[in-house]
């Protein structure tokens, strides 16, 4: 039997040489934007402000009452752990009392608005009456409603509790209803198919899809609780670091405000490479799935 013919031209195509293995560049993997490590620049970035803030203060660019040098802010860090500042407290004293305030109001926000965030995404009756009271709220300054909590409360640690408790509530509500979605269709069905009630879906379908978005609420919620710190102490404390910064402020005490907002942002900032650590680790399939 003969062979089958060429098709017509196939005579005069060119042979396509195979490559070279030696020659061929290897393609590099898709990376998603913003992949990779940012430490080294983050460091050089701390490194280059610390710089500046020398350099304007050693060569008096800054007068020192608007801008204290770091050596002055390390003698007023100095001072007040040791209890040699207006109040005669120590510093770490100052940080008890403000860490109890922040984290228990934290905890109490956590217990609560999780919760709340899951009812109101999976049932329109809870997101009909908790969400109307959330959005209310959730833009108005802690300054605006302190008022009415005192009149409410008084002066004590209920009060200072209350007004933190409400600034980290409507941040994890909203995070958490925001996650009930990532729970997709198809695996709401599969798990209701294989005869899941319907809180078995919500505990073991809707809550893990929902637990990346809690855990960045959780987050942003523990930075709106050191940041509403400041206001709650305003309400007659005697202890506490944002009593001490405003303590200080009275008395133009610059190096001990600047001290205290740096203490108060690097303990904000542990914390919140405490809870990326448990993301890290709670959510593995964060980005990847």
Known sequence: MGQPAAPQGAALRPAVPEPDP?????????????????????????VALLGLWWAATH????????????SAVARAFSDAWHGRIQGGEPLWVHLQWSALRVFGAFA?????????GIAMGVSRIARGVFDPPIEFYRPLPPLAYLP???????????SKVLLIYLACFAPIALAAKAGVRSASTEQLNAAASLGASRLQVVWHVVVPAALPEILVGLRIALGFGWTTLVAAEMVAATVGVGQMVLNASNFLRTDLVVMGILVIGLVAWSFD?????????LVPWKGRA
């Open 22 to 46: 030696a020659t061929v560049r290897p393609v590099s993997p898709f990376l998603r934007p913003g992949a990779g490590s940012s430490q080294a620049l983050s460091a050089l970035c701390v």
């Open 59 to 70: 060569w008096r660019w800054v007068p020192p009452l608007f801008l204290p040098a770091p």
């Open 108 to 116: 109490l926000a956590a217990v609560t608005a999780v919760p709340v």
């Open 148 to 158: 009415l909590i005192v009149i409410w409360l008084g002066i004590d640690e209920a």
């Open 273 to 281: 490479l405490a809870v990326r650590w448990a993301e890290a680790r």
